[in-house]
């Protein structure tokens, strides 16, 4: 960890991240050069216990902000601050971190789950659900049991577990990444779509175990296609609207 992306300016031990005046303007470079505007002067706080969910229409720049606050796409505007417990009162900058740090981030801070899980060839279910608990240290047989603790809970078929999930269903595959991505019970967790492709009985297990992560003071920004699992996890919402630039392009 270097000290470099250190900041203290917030004065808010409950505040996990703070996003100010966020924007993104992606440049097609292999098509002419044509530039993008998807997310333009976004602000945004999230306290221990809050879920926020994102909501406006396909192309409103939702899963550009979450890459965004993940360090995945630099935002091209605006600072990202994250609080880190380990650094006491110190809060870190995502814009600008160096590759370690962010890498630091993601290990220890803030989680990110997706629509789909990056299989790994030959690793099993069960490995993969328990790598983010291994990798900080976490004893492996602790790990594997608080993995099959959560596989069952989200009716992921034991006989499945010791099977590497490339060959899973879509429903299957994005069960056994919700699992890797809660596992670790990260403090920031963003999570775009994890339940577009499951049914209403596992979309609600999914919704509980979110609304948990929420309740031991998890700080969350989601993206969720249906109302219903907005409904139960959400404890605000923001609104994103597609640029205007964007909408102008459209005549
Ligand atoms: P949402 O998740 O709200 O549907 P996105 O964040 O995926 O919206 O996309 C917002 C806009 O940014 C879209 O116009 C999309 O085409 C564009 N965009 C997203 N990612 C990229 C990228 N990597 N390169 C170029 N344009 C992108
Ligand atoms: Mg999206």
């Known amino acids: 960890m270097t000290t470099s992306i250190e900041t203290s300016f917030i004065d808010n031990s409950a505040l996990m991240l703070r996003a100010v005046n966020i924007g993104k303007t992606f440049t097609l470079h292999g098509q002419g050069g044509v530039q993008i505007e998807a997310l333009t002067g976004v602000s945004l706080d999230v306290e221990r216990g809050e879920c926020v969910v994102l909501v406006g229409p396909s192309g409103a720049g939702k899963s550009t902000l979450l890459r965004c606050l993940y360090g995945n796409y630099l935002a091209s505007t605006g ?112 999570l775009d779509e994890p339940t577009a492709s499951l049914d209403a009985e596992n979309r609600d297990i999914v919704a509980r175990l979110i609304v948990e992560a929420r309740e031991r003071g998890a700080a969350i920004v989601g993206i969720f296609h249906d109302e219903d699992t907005r409904a139960k996890v959400a404890t605000r919402r923001l609104e994103l609207r597609p640029p205007l630039r964007h909408a102008a392009a459209l005549h």
Do not use: C, M
Request: charged letters at 25%; proline letters at 5%; a positive charge.
């Open 79 to 190: 600072t990202i601050a994250i609080r880190d417990d380990a650094q006491e009162t110190k809060h870190l900058r995502i814009t600008g971190a160096e590759p370690r740090d962010v890498l630091y981030l993601r290990r220890g801070v803030v989680g990110y789950v997706s629509q789909f899980l990056h299989v790994i060839p030959r690793v099993s279910t069960l490995d993969l659900v328990a790598e983010p608990l291994v990798s900080r240290g976490v004893d492996a047989g602790d790990a594997h049991a608080r993995a099959r603790a959560l596989l069952a809970r989200l009716n992921v078929p034991e006989r499945l577990w010791a099977l590497a999930p490339a060959t899973f269903s879509g429903g299957e595959q994005q069960r056994v990444n919700i699992a890797r991505g809660l596992i670790a019970e990260h403090p920031v967790l963003l």
